[in-house]
């Protein structure tokens, strides 16, 4: 059964920093391309970062380019998003996703194959 944990969401001022952590089990982690997507109020699921295998890659969305990092740790069964310059608008509920490894870089909810509960992430002003 395969289990995606996140943690590391909270309260945090604008330009404050979070990192949050997704734990996962049942699963051979180093051959799933782990995702990160966020989903505020009244809007859809949206795609925020994924990362491949260990040295394959990172992908960003634009809107978060410069500003989050995501990163993973096999050994752990781990991947991390560290988020920096939070803004108001970051304000949401961040999932992981994993889906198996495919040379091209997937961005689409329906991509993925399993998912986290999500955790609640708010940049006040």
């Known amino acids: 059964q395969v289990q995606l944990v996140e943690s590391g969401g909270g309260l945090v001022q604008a330009g404050g920093s979070l990192r949050l952590s997704c734990a996962a089990s049942g699963l051979t982690f180093s051959r799933y391309t782990m995702g990160w997507f966020r989903q505020a109020p009244g809007k859809e699921r949206e795609f925020v970062a994924a990362?491949?295998?260990?040295?394959?890659?990172?992908y960003h969305a634009d809107s978060v380019k410069g500003r989050f990092t995501i990163s993973r740790d096999d050994a752990k069964n781990t991947v991390y998003l560290q988020m920096n310059g939070l803004k108001p608008e970051d304000t949401a509920v961040y999932y992981c996703a994993a889906r198996p490894q495919t040379p091209y870089w997937k961005t689409r909810t329906n991509d993925y194959e399993y998912w986290g509960q999500g955790t609640q992430v708010t940049v006040s002003s």
């Open positions: 990362i491949r295998w260990s040295g394959g890659g990172t």
